[in-house]
């Protein structure tokens, strides 16, 4: 009986030997992978490389001016000659905006939009104790950012017009186109104005709505 039992324990102390010996294979090959991917990891082996990098760079920045054409006015970062960001930026001054067409099969005639400033022009004649008051109105073809433009502006609109004004004398308020001479010379003065602020002027006439000369 004891030769019996000690046949029969030799098998199962095999078969524990080889799964023990297993095991620890198994744990040794998880221990070196594991060591071997926090090591890759740790250098950097998965990050993206320098090329990738710049190649994303170079089409987030493309994608940063196709963006800017289709919306002007947006600010987008300026490029090198080798087509990287450069970090500086620029803002894109707004395209002009287009004369409003009044009605659709009739191309040549324009929507006109009229703009009336609050406050009178008050001005000294020159060389003289007459004073000139005018109250004045723009009118436009284009888009209502015209005349949001000239309410932006209204104060060095207002300067600038009343310097042209104080430029004119008793004889030159005798001449018969006195009037519409000195109106395109304020027309021509605010749309300089406009164009150095907003790049665009826009004001096709200026009205007197009131003179008066006292």
Do not use: C, W
Not at 29 to 45: C, D, N, V
Request: hydrophobic share 40%; proline share 5%; net charge negative.
């Amino acid at each position: 009986m004891a030769e019996e039992e000690t046949a029969e324990e030799q098998p199962k102390k095999k078969s524990g030997s080889i799964l023990m010996i297993i095991l620890i294979v198994v744990g040794v090959l998880f221990t070196l992978i594991a060591t071997i991917m926090i090591t890759l990891f740790a250098s950097g082996f998965f990050d993206e490389k320098p090329e990738e990098i710049v190649e994303e760079t170079i089409e987030q920045a493309e994608a940063e001016i196709d963006a800017a054409e289709q919306n002007p006015g947006d600010t987008v970062e300026i490029l090198d000659e080798q087509g990287l960001p450069t970090g500086e930026f620029e803002k894109k001054a707004p395209p002009p905006p287009e004369k409003v067409v009044k009605d659709a099969s009739q191309q040549t005639r324009f929507e006109h939009r009229y703009y009336e400033l609050a406050k009178p022009f008050v001005s000294n004649v020159a060389n003289s104790r007459k004073v000139m008051s005018a109250t004045v109105a723009i009118m436009t073809q284009y888009d209502e950012q015209v005349i949001v433009n000239v309410e932006k502006h209204e104060f060095a609109l207002r300067s600038a017009s009343l310097d042209v004004m104080r430029q004119h004398t008793e004889e030159d308020l005798k001449k018969p186109e006195f009037r519409v001479e000195l109106a395109e010379k304020i027309r021509i003065t605010m749309n300089a104005l406009l164009e150095r602020y907003e790049d665009f002027g826009g004001i096709d006439e200026v009205y007197f709505t009131e003179f008066v000369v006292q």
